[in-house]
């Protein structure tokens, strides 16, 4: 059971950066990944990467914006997110270990507990 921690949320402004990480228990050869949920909506993807590191993907909302990485010899992964913008506001959840379609949250089996992520205007 590979266990995940978030962290490196906070409140920023419009148009600043933050940096999440997560860290797995243990060594993790398979791909990882971002969602986020605002309140009153669904989880929603934000973007994942291959356990290579060799693909990405990215909602198109923060496509430009966010670049998600990882380093398999610390077990971690991260999401650089630059130019926030309010709506980006969410809970911000690490996933791993898809099975089918990375964009659905039901794929991933594994999950962080999340950190929050508040832009203000």
């Known amino acids: 059971q590979v266990q995940l921690a978030e962290s490196g949320g906070g409140l920023v402004q419009a148009g600043d950066s933050l940096r999440l990480s997560c860290a797995a228990s243990e060594r993790t050869f398979i791909p990882m990944g971002w969602f986020r949920q605002a309140p009153g909506k669904e989880r929603e993807f934000v973007a994942a990467?291959?356990?290579?590191?060799?693909?990405?993907f990215y909602a198109d909302s923060v496509k430009g914006r966010f670049t998600i990485s990882r380093d398999n010899t610390d077990d971690t992964v991260w999401l650089q997110m630059n130019s926030l913008k309010p709506e980006d506001t969410a809970v911000y959840y690490c996933?791993?270990?898809?099975?089918?379609?990375?964009?659905?949250?039901?794929?991933?089996?594994?999950w962080g507990q999340g950190t929050q992520v508040t832009v203000s205007s």
């Open positions: 990467i291959t356990w290579s590191g060799g693909s990405t």
């Open positions: 996933a791993a270990d898809p099975e089918g379609d990375y964009y659905k949250s039901t794929a991933w089996a594994y």
